[in-house]
């Protein structure tokens, strides 16, 4: 199991391998089961957290119970990283959506290296990095309503055929576009009523008429 390998990968440690050496050896693997819950939305945050395998779900409950899904975590996504800086109690609540495997990093160790400045200098380059990505990702959000961003998602991924092999989930492919998965089936249904595609199984069938509609812009 490399976990130095994997946070490499992340947006918040690539190029660091020397420190995250140290980070290695203060965090520990924690296997999770199936609808096993890592942390709940409120309680004190002491740990973040690097996705082995598997997959975790981050939710809110609203004030009537409901679930509200934020985003599905995939394998090498480093989460709950904001009780590094922005609070001290998670935000949402964590569960595994299958057998997973997490690393945790308990929060006093990463402050610990953070005290020392060649991490400190590395890191805030890749703070910078993460936050014009954030701001791209915002612009790209407000440029372009959610019918937009499907059809340039699929242009994207899969490029400009008629027939299309699906092969990420619905639910990835809503958080992907920055939308929550009841408004992409909205979505969907809406597309399908219009004629535009065709949706059964994994296989998307696209009117070519639509298609123009967005290859040039």
């Not at 973040?48 to 975590?73: C, M, N, P």
């Not at 949402?92 to 290296?113: E, G, H, I, K, Q």
């Not at 961003?149 to 299309?164: P, S, V």
Request: overall charge negative; some cysteine; aromatic content about 12%.
């Amino acid at each position: 199991m490399d976990i130095i390998s994997l946070f490499e990968k992340s947006d918040l440690f690539a190029g660091m391998e020397d420190e995250l050496k140290t980070l290695r050896a203060a965090g520990s693997v924690k296997n999770m089961s199936h609808a096993e819950l890592l942390f709940t939305e409120g309680e004190p945050g002491k740990y973040f957290y690097l996705l082995v395998d598997g997959g975790v779900r981050l939710f809110k409950t609203s004030a009537s119970g409901q679930e509200v899904d934020i985003r599905l975590v995939r394998p090498g996504e480093i989460f709950a990283e904001l009780i590094l800086f922005e609070r001290d109690t998670y935000p949402v609540s964590a569960m595994a959506v299958m057998p997973s495997t997490v690393f945790a990093v308990n929060r006093d160790a990463f402050y610990d290296l953070l005290s020392k400045e060649p991490f400190r200098k590395k890191f805030i380059i890749s703070l910078m990095q993460k936050q014009r990505y954030l701001a791209e990702r915002i612009m790209y959000l407000m440029s372009y309503d959610v019918e937009e961003r499907f059809f340039r998602f699929l242009l994207d991924h899969y490029g400009c055929f008629n027939e299309i092999r699906i092969d990420i989930p619905k639910k990835d492919i809503a958080s992907a576009i920055g939308t929550i998965p009841e408004t992409f089936s909205r979505l969907i249904a809406r597309l399908k009523n219009h004629g535009a595609i065709e949706w059964e199984g994994n296989r998307l069938k696209v009117n070519p008429e639509w298609w123009e509609m967005y290859q040039d812009e």
